[in-house]
T-cell receptor, first 116, second 116 residues
Framework: DTEVTQTPKHLVMGMTNKKSLKCEQH?????MYWYKQKAKKPPELMFV???????INESVPSRFSPECPNSSLLNLHLHALQPEDSALYLC???????????????FGPGTRLTVL | SQQGEEDPQALSIQEGENATMNCSYK?????LQWYRQNSGRGLVHLIL?????REKHSGRLRVTLDTSKKSSSLLITASRAADTASYFC????????????????FGQGTILTVHP
């Protein structure tokens, strides 16, 4: 299995809702990432998990809460989001968290989030 | 923050022509990677070139790296309509210990359109 899966594909939520995005990989990768991407912009890194521990938080607002229950799963819990949080949320994984030569990332197809 | 600048921002060519995209960056790197993204979907890793390499090939792709100029180029030869996508360069930079922070910094991207 050489893919990263993300569910749901699309999500519409109100500003008072609580929802979660899910990401899964079975490639044995030990680093997992959440990115946010607005239209016609590059992906912006949100969080990095290395060996199931949060290693990088790019000053993301607390209304986004990541969770890594095990080495294959990565969740992003959403609460009290704002309309400007509407974007494509991408999950990625890579074989090793560090090391200059082998950290290519494998991306999932993304969740298209709309906040009303 | 995005350290990569890509040019052109958009490129439109006919099938069979070659497409060249350029990427410049500001800080030292461990490696530079190129990704493709079809509209509204996840990114696909194309090629990785390490800081001590100058040129790399993969099928119809040729990547060059000039660390003295902090720039890279991606050449797609004999382009096809299926190559229509956004192309991003991404850099992996060393931390104080010389290994990776474990994150990529993406450039702004080039939108390539190949007309049949």
């Amino acid at each position: 299995d050489t893919e990263v899966t993300q569910t749901p594909k699309h999500l519409v939520m109100g500003m008072t809702n609580k929802k979660s995005l899910k990401c899964e990989q079975h490639m044995g990768h030990r680093a997992m990432y959440w990115y946010k991407q607005k239209a016609k912009k590059p992906p912006e890194l949100m969080f990095v998990y290395s060996y199931e521990k949060l290693s990088i938080n790019e000053s993301v607002p607390s209304r986004f809460s990541p969770e890594c229950p095990n080495s294959s799963l990565l969740n992003l819990h959403l609460h009290a989001l704002q309309p400007e949080d509407s974007a494509l949320y991408l999950c990625a994984s890579s074989p090793y968290p560090a090391g200059p030569g082998n950290n290519e990332q494998f991306f999932g197809p993304g969740t298209r989030l709309t906040v009303l | 923050s995005q350290q990569g600048e890509e040019d052109p921002q958009a490129l439109s060519i006919q099938e069979g022509e070659n497409a060249t995209m350029n990427c410049s960056y500001k800080t030292s790197i461990n490696n530079l990677q190129w990704y493709r993204q079809n509209s509204g979907r996840g990114l696909v890793h194309l090629i990785l070139i390490r800081s001590n390499e100058r040129e790399k090939h993969s099928g119809r792709l040729r990547v060059t790296l000039d660390t003295s100029k902090k720039s890279s180029s991606l050449l797609i030869t004999a382009s096809r309509a299926a190559d229509t996508a956004s192309y991003f360069c991404a850099t992996d930079s060393p931390n104080a210990g010389g290994t990776s922070y474990g994150k990529l910094t993406f450039g702004q991207g080039t939108i390539l359109t190949v007309h049949p």
